[in-house]
């Protein structure tokens, strides 16, 4: 069976990578996989559904032996993607989606080379700032703390494989960018090293 | 508007090739580019549109001034790709597609680096070799010098960007494979070096 890739997908708020996410998850070639936490379970939360629940020392243990393919604080509590539970989905046959920041993606490229990093932007600085404003759920504080973060993350984007824009209601063509990028990944020489070898054996 | 890629496809005889690239060529994205050759026009033959039809020392002036993409020598005629031709097609948006041979493919990777290399292979040397003698129209000899070839070029095929595999019937995969390396391509960060500069300026 074909490995699937691991997608590492970050943006900036108002790129819309979570209603793009949504919609290649609705395909069952793509999957998330379950993120592990050292923080109490809510009513109602599944052991191995929302999260796994993990205690700090196994986090941190997990961690230092290399475990946790990435990982972030959040109020005193550790999230993160188990190494391990990433592997079984790809090994399945499915590509892994990973939602997560600049900082994330970079340790995933170091425990994890063969990741496809992929950046998902607004047309513009300008139209972000638009559009952040038009939801007019949040704080002009809380706009400006994320402006400030598009400002200091974006020249980072060179670190990434893809840049996909979301231009207006774009969110499906961003979806098909993206299922065009694991095609394209898949048929990479880079990753059919023994195509030669195989060629003649098959 | 966004300039269109240089596509170079290869592939061994038996890989299809033909066939993938007249299916891409049926929609508009893609084009191929004039030839230039130093043999005589055939009854009925256009000069700019079957062939540019010039002379040898043109053509050999053009290849030491770097104006040839590519161009082999058959039968003692000389025939290649006027780089000049290849670009006025990338500049009008659409994609160029050359299938030339695998030496070829290096000059082209050399002169413009740009260039995409995609290998269209059969899905096994045995499956290529029973396809070639099931056409029943080539002598031992013709079929013998084709394989022999194959095991020649095939360990080159790690300098190609993609490997398509061509299996049975599926020209029109190869083709959908092919369109979604465009697609990928297109958005690949190398190829938006000034992305990080463009999202603040626009």
């Known amino acids: 069976m074909k490995k699937g890739l691991l997608i590492v997908i970050s943006g ?30 809510r009513p109602g939360e599944v052991d191995g559904v929302n999260y796994h629940f993990i205690t700090k020392e196994d986090f941190e243990s997990r961690i230092q ?42 340790n995933v490229k170091r425990l994890y080379p063969e ?11 300008a139209v972000q700032e638009a559009r952040l404003r038009g939801r007019g759920t949040e704080t002009e504080e809380k706009i400006c703390e994320r402006l400030n973060r598009t400002r200091e993350e974006l020249p980072l984007v ?9 231009r207006d209601g774009g969110a499906e063509q961003c979806a098909d960018d993206i299922r065009a990028i694991v095609r394209a990944e898949q048929n990479a020489t880079r990753r059919h090293s023994d195509a030669a070898v195989a060629y003649f054996k098959a």
């Open 12 to 41: 900036p708020a108002g790129s819309g990578k979570g209603t793009v996410n949504s919609i290649l998850l609705q395909s069952p070639e793509f999957s998330y996989s379950v993120s592990a936490t050292t923080r109490a379970p």
């Open 65 to 106: 032996n290399g475990e946790m393919l990435e990982y972030t604080s959040y109020c005193g509590n550790y999230y993160g993607t188990p190494l391990r539970e990433a592997i079984e989905v790809m090994e399945s046959g499915r590509n892994l989606i990973l939602e997560i920041e600049v900082e994330g993606a970079q």
């Open 115 to 125: 990741a496809v990093l992929i950046m998902l932007l607004p047309p513009s600085f």
């Open 158 to 166: 060179g670190q990434y494989d893809y840049v996909v824009y979301n």
